[in-house]
């Protein structure tokens, strides 16, 4: 069992910034993929970005976050963060934080390990709000 514990949501203004963290119990077991995801209320949970932690590379970000959005992780610390700067009302969710298998999908020409949602474990959730 991996136990995921999110934090550093709050409340901001639009074009205010937050760095969410992720810490998990075991960063290293079999489960290669950590994933940050948002839900909003009456919309679907969508992925915003995922790690490979097999190659320690930035597997996907979504293009509503590309330039505003920074995916990062330490291992030694088993820790996965999520810079989000330049916030707008769009991006207010729930925030939850993931770790699950890698699985190889196709999006827009490319092959993804890690932008499935078979998600073995998941975080509590941390609120983002932004207002206007």
């Known amino acids: 069992q991996v136990h995921l514990v999110e934090s550093g949501g709050g409340s901001v203004q639009a074009g205010g910034s937050l760095r969410l963290s992720c810490v998990a119990s075991?960063?290293?077991?079999?489960?290669?993929?950590m994933g940050w995801f948002r839900q909003a209320p009456g919309k679907e949970r969508e992925i915003v970005a995922t790690i490979d932690i097999s190659t320690n590379n930035i597997d996907y970000v979504a293009d509503s976050v590309k330039g505003r959005f920074t995916v990062s992780q330490e291992n030694d610390k088993n820790a996965m963060y999520l810079q989000m700067n330049d916030l707008s009302v769009e991006d207010s969710a729930m925030y939850y934080c993931?770790?699950?298998?890698?699985?190889?999908?196709?999006?827009?020409?490319?092959?993804?390990?890690?932008?499935?949602?078979?998600?073995?474990?998941w975080g509590q959730g941390t609120q983002v709000t932004v207002s206007s």
């Open positions: 075991d960063y290293t077991s079999s489960t290669k993929c």
């Open positions: 993931a770790k699950g298998p890698a699985i190889l999908a196709a999006l827009g020409g490319r092959i993804y390990r890690c932008i499935h949602r078979q998600y073995t474990y």
